[in-house]
């Protein structure tokens, strides 16, 4: 079974979640090897918080969970593709289903993906 | 209109290429300031090699060029997607149509993208 080269990488390789069911793209992270593994292990999607410099288990405090539904790696095994059932609907900590949220164009951005919920009202 | 904030990561943001068409995830690499504006300025998607060190127009050598249908900026700032067409059917110089051809299972590892050209008639 492959695995990401994290040695090559410093330790933090990018992961890429889409959600399976609409091919979304939700959000990138970064996972070192004990992410990785939780991620294995649990069949739910763990990264490791740079800001925080800890493990990261996505959805810990809103319960928005990413349940692993398939795991793909690179060509240059540096970058990881995680495709998730995405709980809670929304990815983002500010409420829209994807981090993605801002589609850049010349005559201004636009909101391009749903607002779920309010973050005021998950993280209390 | 926003951008990505270069500074906050060292000169070099990550971006998730996608096909507009299927949604289905086709590489990452990066871009520094001016791969960002050469693709704003072409609508054709340039990146930075960081193992080359120089400016990367995609497709450039094999004609497999990435046009821009949308550009997308992340929450943080720090991370770029773009829907594209892809010229020639194939983001990877392997000759599949994903960089993410390898799906990791407990039973082995699957292919799961198309191989679309032979990297030997290609890359001459």
């Not at 090559?8 to 399976?20: S, T």
């Not at 405090?61 to 929304?90: F, N």
């Amino acid at each position: 079974m492959s695995r990401p080269d994290f040695a090559k990488c410093k330790g933090l390789v990018p992961c890429i979640a889409q959600e399976a069911d609409t091919g979304e793209v939700l959000m990138l992270a970064y996972m070192n090897e004990e992410a990785w593994e939780k991620t294995l292990a649990t069949g739910e999607v763990h990264y490791y918080s740079r800001s925080r410099n800890a493990l990261w288990r996505k959805g810990g405090t809103s319960g928005h969970v990413q349940k692993v539904k398939s795991i793909r790696l690179d060509c240059d095994k540096d970058t990881v593709l995680v495709l998730v059932e995405q709980l809670g609907g929304a990815a983002c900590h500010t409420g829209y289903k994807s981090c993605f949220f801002t589609e850049i164009a010349p005559d201004g951005d636009r909101v391009c993906s749903p607002l779920i919920f309010d973050p005021k009202e998950v993280y209390k």
